[in-house]
């Protein structure tokens, strides 16, 4: 089945510095990924879309020069965190489908929890 | 997007089978219905989705209204291991997914 990994699964920086989360699609080719965040006893909110060798998309209130992203491959998206910050801390989490949407559901990965001290 | 409502929280025994509903009055006639869970700390996991038709896989069935406004995941046999929290969602053809708040199903042993 379809396999979306994510590196690091945990982090801890110190406010300041950048931090960067790897998704890569280990199976198959992914052309767009997505990029959420989720705090503690909430939902997952989307945070943007990454789209292979173009610009990403991001969602309305995401901060585009804090969080960049990069989808320079068909397997790899990164997530950038710059100049993280203690309310950053947060459960990044990246999904991708192999397929069209209709015809399997999107793959997750196993989440980067990032905390800034 | 579409919205849908789930009850906050669920309860079921071990081994017996679990209903868990799902409105989506404004679904548009081109949304799929989607099912992920999540554990907690770990990524969601899909479960089942579908357009129209009930749809029945190794780890859920989901039950479609004619008129496609509810529907209802159904787990055979809950097991400890369901314990999580459910969302439905809906999405158009490949397009995102925008969660909700889901619903929290505790399974007592």
């Known amino acids: 089945g379809a396999v979306v990994s994510q590196h690091p699964s945990w982090v801890i920086c110190k406010s300041g510095t950048s931090v960067k989360i790897e998704c890569r699609s280990l199976?198959?080719?992914?052309?767009?990924m997505f990029w959420y965040r989720q705090f503690p006893k909430q939902s997952l909110m989307l945070m943007a879309t990454?789209?292979?060798?173009?610009?990403?998309?991001?969602e309305q209130g995401v901060e585009k020069d804090k969080f960049l992203i990069n989808h320079a491959s068909l397997t790899l998206s990164t997530l950038t965190v710059t100049s993280a910050h203690p309310e950053d801390s947060s459960f990044y989490i990246c999904?991708?489908?192999?397929?069209?949407?209709?015809?399997?559901?999107?793959?997750f990965g196993s989440g980067t929890r990032l905390t800034v001290v | 997007d579409a919205k849908t409502t789930q009850p906050n929280s669920m309860e079921s025994n071990e081994e017996e089978p679990v209903h868990l509903p799902c409105n989506h009055s404004?679904?548009?006639?081109?949304?799929?219905i989607h099912w992920y869970r999540q554990l907690p700390s770990q990524g969601p996991e899909y479960v089942i989705h579908?357009?129209?038709s009930n749809v029945n896989n190794r780890m859920a069935s989901l039950a479609i209204a004619e008129d496609r406004k509810s529907s209802t995941l159904i787990l055979h046999r809950a097991t400890l291991r369901d314990a999580a929290v459910y969302y439905c969602?809906?999405?158009?053809?490949?397009?995102?997914?925008?969660f909700g708040k889901g619903i929290t199903l505790s399974v007592r042993p």
């Open positions: 999904s991708a489908t192999p397929f069209m949407l209709w015809l399997t559901g999107y793959t």
């Open positions: 199976d198959f080719q992914a052309t767009t």
């Open positions: 990454s789209n292979e060798g173009s610009k990403a998309t991001y």
């Open positions: 404004t679904i548009s006639g081109t949304d799929y």
């Open positions: 579908g357009l129209t």
């Open positions: 969602i809906l999405s158009g053809a490949n397009s995102k997914l925008t």
